[in-house]
């Protein structure tokens, strides 16, 4: 089992829900990255995602493509997204996931990309662009270097389609909670409880639910019906809008704690 099962386990034992906090690697640049993954891991978070920038990223609003620009222009890439996990990876105990659009790992090759990823200490890989029907390749050289490939589902995923993705996917199932990109929303997005159901039905597999959640009430409420909550352009914003790194990081961590005391 790896860190990501592993880490529901323990969460599972004691009656937690993991929270899984989204920034965007290189905003504003690598250095802030590696001090908020280390503010955050110790404020509370289970899990984390980096975001891995990319110049079409299709399935972010505004706050997150924002951020995507930032880094890419503080000279981020896949590569230098890798050696920033290799250096976090001595000093943080919870699984790293990257989060990013197929066109640098196919750039680099999917055997290679896995290989250098599972070298660093990388847990966990969402492509938010391939089907599972376009990554049957990359997903065999993830699993077979011990990186768990998480696939998506949505409100508008047929039954049979979710249990295949319930069934394929490893670590644990991101649920989008509602239809378009992410953002922060003022409320959750109507009958998520059903929608998190459905998939229930299917599978036992771990549902961690991300798109618009952006406050302590949305993270409890969706606590006590998912295993785990993922947050990103609520906390994208407020690394944006610090003043300083310093302002940036103890921001993120006041939040991360905000929002993990309201899961428990």
């Known amino acids: 089992m790896g860190r ?17 906090p989204f920034v965007t690697a290189g ?25 891995v920038p990319f110049s079409d990223p299709i399935a972010e609003g505004p706050t997150i493509q924002r951020s995507s620009e930032r880094a890419l222009r503080s000279g981020t890439s896949l ?47 969402i492509v938010v662009d391939m089907p599972p029907e376009e990554s049957v390749d990359l997903r065999r050289e993830l699993v077979a270097h ?13 039954p049979e389609r979710l249990a295949m993705l319930a069934r394929e996917t490893r ?28 998939v229930r039905a299917t599978s036992d597999v771990p549902i961690c639910v991300g798109f618009g959640v952006s406050r302590p009430e949305h993270a ?10 993922v947050v990103g352009s609520a906390l994208v914003d407020r690394i944006a809008n610090a003043g300083s790194r310093e302002a940036a990081v103890d921001e993120a961590a006041r939040f991360v704690a905000e929002l993990k005391a309201a899961m428990r």
Request: charged share 25%; glycine share 10%.
């Open 4 to 20: 990501i099962g592993e880490r529901f386990r323990l969460l599972r034992g004691r009656g937690e829900r993991a929270l899984v």
């Open 27 to 51: 905003d504003p640049d690598l250095v802030t990255t590696e001090a908020l993954v280390l503010a955050m891991a110790e404020a509370g978070a289970d899990a984390v995602e980096l975001g």
């Open 79 to 125: 590569r230098r997204v890798l050696e920033l996990v290799k250096r976090l990876r001595p000093r943080v105990e919870i699984p790293i996931v990257l989060m990013g659009y197929a066109n640098p790992v196919l750039a680099m090759g999917e055997a290679r990309f896995a290989e250098a990823a599972a070298a660093v200490g990388v847990d966990g890989s």
């Open 146 to 158: 011990g990186i768990d490939p998480i696939l998506l589902a949505a409100p508008t995923t047929s």
């Open 171 to 198: 670590g644990f199932l991101y649920y989008v909670s509602l239809t378009g990109v992410t953002g922060a929303r003022a409320e959750l997005a109507a009958g998520i409880e059903e929608q998190i159901r459905r």
């Open 220 to 229: 409890r409420d969706l606590a006590a019906i998912a295993d785990g909550v």
